[in-house]
């Protein structure tokens, strides 16, 4: 078990058996005390810690007095992608039923019949430019270029 | 300082060559261009299953197993020491927010998703404590700009903060780098090879094997012994009464 645990220090071992290494590790002092040995031997190799024999302990200890967690939320990676692949299968219909609305309506649109400009078809109508000219008082403020319009047709 | 001292250790007993720019076996010679291709390529992989693995015991933490985070207390606090040390240069300070920031990354563990690496999110927790801690005393950090989130970010295992050296280095420390460096010289020959390969170099299994020409099994048992031995020296360094164990 420890020669697995060494591997598994170095990242050589598959995480399918880390599961294994790690109740292990739970229930075995030795082991535990070996995954202490062995990053102790890397930090002082590798010059990347200093050691203090009994800051985990320490830890520990403050630990013991918090509640102790429970994260229900939390899953494992796994049931991660389980629960990913129904919800990207949800966006993606909704995406895909937007895009094809969408193209029906732009079909819809780019196929009407072209129609003369409204505007065009005012000023040739000389009961329209009549019932403008009568009725302008009554628009509002903003419309006042109607009144330009009509009296420059009407001087014509 | 301490890694210096190991490839001189390892330069006596004819091990390491030109401090490691050359190792040279009977049929291989690693140049420093492809050994080094082969160390980034190494310490990638480890990393990431590293990662995997330190995932695993997140979510055992989560699930409510405190011997899981303990792993994890194990495997970082004397990194988070050492990366804490450059802000707070009182040992005993250091100490501190070093249990103080383990406390706080437990209570927060409940809102780690994984997006990061836990070490990346440990070490960033471990540097706001400090920064907190100084304000609270009423100090500015010393070398505050030697150390930022954007460190944090950018830091794996391994990288320029083993440079760093503080006046205050334990004598503890000293006197297990003396041991583990004792230890190492005194290994047969194909044991002290596999471990400083693995660990100084930073080779994965089997790139050690290709070099030391057996199969990777024969490197995972070495390597393994290897590790025994050293650590059969340092015990009696390391040990804590059986009633302070966690």
């Known amino acids: 078990m420890k020669q697995q645990l060494s591997a598994l220090v170095d990242g050589e071992v598959d995480i399918e058996r880390c599961e294994h290494i790690f109740l292990a590790a739970k229930s075995s002092g030795e082991v535990a005390q070996a995954w202490r040995d062995y990053h102790v031997i890397r930090d002082v190799l590798r010059e990347e810690g200093w050691v203090q024999s009994d800051m985990t302990s320490r830890i520990m200890a403050q630990l013991a007095d918090e509640p102790t967690m429970l994260a229900p939320q939390a899953v494992a990676a796994s049931e991660k992608i389980s629960h990913i692949r129904p919800r990207f299968s949800k966006y993606t219909w909704s995406i895909a039923a937007s895009v094809a609305a969408a193209f029906f309506v732009g079909l819809f649109v780019v196929n009407q019949p072209e129609v003369t400009a409204p505007a065009q078809i005012a000023d040739n109508d000389a009961d329209t430019d009549q019932y403008v000219l009568a009725h302008h008082n009554y628009a509002p403020n903003s419309a006042t270029y109607y009144m330009h319009n009509v009296a420059y047709n009407a001087g014509e | ?246």
């Open chain 2, 1 to 246: 300082m301490l890694h210096t001292a190991n490839l001189e250790a390892l330069t006596r007993t004819g091990f390491v060559e030109n401090n490691t720019k050359a190792y040279t076996t009977p049929n291989h010679k690693i140049t420093q261009g492809s050994h080094r291709d082969m160390t980034v390529q190494a310490a990638n992989a480890k990393q990431q299953e590293n990662k995997e693995f330190d995932q695993m015991l997140v979510e055992r933490a989560q699930q409510g197993d405190k011997r899981a985070f303990g792993l994890l207390v194990e495997k970082y606090h004397r990194k988070l020491g050492r990366l804490l040390s450059r802000m707070i240069r009182d040992q005993a300070e250091v100490e501190d927010v070093v249990q103080e920031s383990f406390i706080k990354a437990y209570r927060a563990l409940h809102s780690f998703r994984g997006d990061s690496a836990f070490y990346t999110w440990l070490y960033r927790i471990g540097i706001n404590t400090a920064k907190n801690y100084l304000v609270s005393m009423g100090r500015k950090p010393q070398v505050m700009q030697d150390v930022e989130i954007e460190d944090v970010e950018n830091f794996d295992e391994g990288n320029d903060m083993r440079t760093m050296e503080t006046p205050e280095t334990s004598l503890m420390t000293k006197e297990i780098a003396q041991t583990v460096n004792d230890a190492i010289a005194a290994l047969p020959e194909e044991l002290r090879t596999a471990i400083t390969l693995r660990e100084l170099e930073g080779l994965s299994y089997e790139d050690i094997a290709n070099v030391m020409q057996c199969p990777i099994g024969t490197v995972r048992s070495r390597i393994f012994r290897a590790r025994e031995t050293i650590a059969t020296k340092l015990r009696p360094l390391l040990d804590t009464p059986q009633h302070k164990r966690w």
